[in-house]
């Protein structure tokens, strides 16, 4: 059974500092490309930054230069450290593991940031 789980949500203010966590379970995750998305109600899921199995990184303009991802594949985990953090990076954030056409999601976790 694949499961992944995110962790390390909650409220910060304006300007602060969050690192979430996906574990993973249930794959051989170093094959996997690594992702987190975020989404707010009403807009569509959006692509906040991503990891392939060589290393790759990819981030949304929104965030580059304040998210940085990474993956560390000997604890299945992969991380998002969110840095300079706006209102309008509140969402729920979500981790997903993509292998051609296998395509798994976490449950999500939700970052507040607010005064």
């Known amino acids: 059974q694949v499961q992944l789980v995110e962790s390390g949500g909650g409220l910060v203010q304006p300007g602060g500092s969050l690192r979430l966590s996906c574990a993973a379970s249930g794959i051989t995750f170093r094959s996997y490309v690594m992702a987190w998305y975020r989404q707010v109600p009403g807009k569509q899921r959006e692509l906040v930054a991503s990891?392939?199995?060589?290393?790759?990184?990819n981030y949304a303009d929104s965030v580059k230069g304040r998210f940085t991802i990474s993956r560390v594949n000997v604890r299945n985990t992969a991380y998002l450290e969110m840095t300079s953090l706006k209102p309008e990076d509140t969402a729920v954030y979500y981790c997903?593991?993509?292998?051609?056409?296998?395509?798994?999601w976490g449950q999500g976790t939700q970052v507040t940031v607010s005064s």
């Open positions: 990891v392939t199995s060589t290393g790759t990184i």
């Open positions: 997903k593991a993509t292998r051609l056409i296998r395509e798994y």
